[in-house]
């Protein structure tokens, strides 16, 4: 157990001062002290060591004095993440933590400290400092767990954290998916048909072969996505999360895919497979640059995706002006630059059109490669037929006296909306 101790020291004047010591064994059996200039503070020490050594709660008050760079880089090369999330957890931690917390001693960072920091990224995304806090508070969480430092000062009260209001998705309109089509290099075009027909993330379209395609028996199987490292450096991957799929290959998409190929015939393309330094994988592309390589996603989304939403948008105003002349076009026909409108749209819109068919939530998300159906739900459930419409429909099914077998939909009265 700890004990305090009374201790003198003459100072060089000849004058006799006073001080006190509390002393201690840590866990290991290693003799620990620390002095103070009043016997409360030393007896505050001595109770708060015994608290701890009694509930196995002792931290060595040496440890926390690694820098917050220093614990960091070593936690994220023990890391298992695929390359390319190591490859971005340690651009934010680098760019966005560093700065403020790098050289601070873990046990030097306070809830304040973590308040001040995050008001210092004000200029950022919501999203984006919802991410960089997570990926600091992760690092602080493994240095309680490794016994650095006794609390995470991000999860304090004190400490407001980012927070990101959750839009509902509003799925495009088909009216808006063929406008943009329309307004998309006819090379380009069957990245709607691939985004908004099965369903594909845009790392999937672009990595997606001609192997990959059964035109005979109606399905796709989406095995790889193109990948981008820092410095625009290009690799096969598997999908996200590495779970490679079924979906069905509806026939009017078939059409055009086989169309596409008459034309844009499926290129062989070879990159490093996982990781840059990878080994060389090959595959036959549906859909390549006029170079004949892999897409790019940062060239494709500036200079071809945004031009296309641009193209498409005036498009879309001026045929209404056409037919309205008296009218300013609403604003919801404008299509703007915005994340909302990036190629992940054309993934709601199929999530939008199976959900109205009465497609399950577990096959959506089995279709989308969602690791678990209730993420699935929580994203598009405002989208599910609403309950009072399914209430109306069975009760409708039952006194109007429809046959067994037969649909419940069949029998709605045109009053009913379907």
Not at 8 to 36: A, C, E, Y
Not at 110 to 134: D, E, N
Not at 135 to 150: K, W
Not at 198 to 219: M, P, S, T
């Amino acid at each position: 157990m700890a004990s305090v101790e009374k201790r003198t020291r003459h100072t060089d004047d000849g004058r006799v001062t006073t001080f006190w010591v509390t002393r201690w064994r840590d866990p290991s059996g290693r003799q620990r002290m620390r002095s103070f200039d009043r016997k409360s503070d030393a007896e505050r020490k001595r109770r708060e060591i015994d608290a701890e050594l009694l509930r196995g709660e002792y931290i060595d008050p040496t440890a926390g004095q690694i820098t917050f760079r220093d614990y960091a880089t070593g936690w994220l090369a023990a890391q298992t993440f695929d390359a390319s999330t190591h490859e971005a957890v340690e651009l934010r931690l680098r760019i966005h933590a560093f700065p403020v917390l790098g050289s601070k001693q873990l046990g030097a960072i306070k809830p304040s400290t973590i308040q001040a920091w995050l008001r210092s990224l004000h200029r950022l995304a919501a999203t984006t400092r919802q991410v960089i806090f997570t990926n600091v508070s992760a690092v602080l969480s493994a240095a309680v767990d490794d016994e650095l430092i006794r609390k995470n000062p991000c999860k304090a009260p004190s400490v407001s954290r980012p927070k990101v209001r959750r839009r509902k998705v509003v799925p495009w309109a088909p009216e808006r998916v063929f406008a943009v089509r329309d307004a998309l290099p006819e090379r380009y075009r069957i990245v709607i048909d691939l985004g908004a027909g099965l369903g594909l993330r845009q790392g999937e379209i672009f990595g997606l072969a001609i192997d990959d395609v059964d035109f005979l028996h109606g399905k796709v199987t989406v095995r790889r996505q193109v990948k981008l490292f820092h410095g625009n450096r290009q690799v096969f991957a598997p999908p996200k999360n590495e779970r490679i799929r079924e979906i069905p290959l509806p026939d009017s998409i078939r059409d055009d895919l086989a169309a596409h190929l008459a034309s844009h015939p499926a290129v062989t393309v070879t990159l490093p497979w996982k990781v840059t330094t990878g080994e060389a994988a090959e595959a036959r592309l549906v859909v390549t640059s006029r170079e004949r390589k892999a897409l790019n996603r940062n060239h494709f989304n500036t200079y071809v995706w945004k031009r296309a939403l641009s193209a498409a948008s005036a498009a879309v105003v001026e045929r209404f002006a056409d037919a309205h002349p008296d009218e300013d076009a609403p604003a919801s026909l404008r299509i703007d630059l915005t994340r909302e409108n990036g190629m992940h749209a054309l993934r709601h819109h199929y999530a939008s059109v199976l959900l109205d068919a009465g497609e399950t939530i577990k096959a959506l998300s089995e279709y989308l490669g969602h690791s678990d159906p209730g993420f699935t739900l929580r994203v598009y459930t405002h989208l599910l037929p609403t309950s009072d419409e399914r209430t109306r429909r069975a009760i409708d099914a039952v006194f109007r006296g429809i046959p067994a077998g037969s649909s419940a939909e069949s029998a709605a009265s045109p009053q009913v909306s379907a």
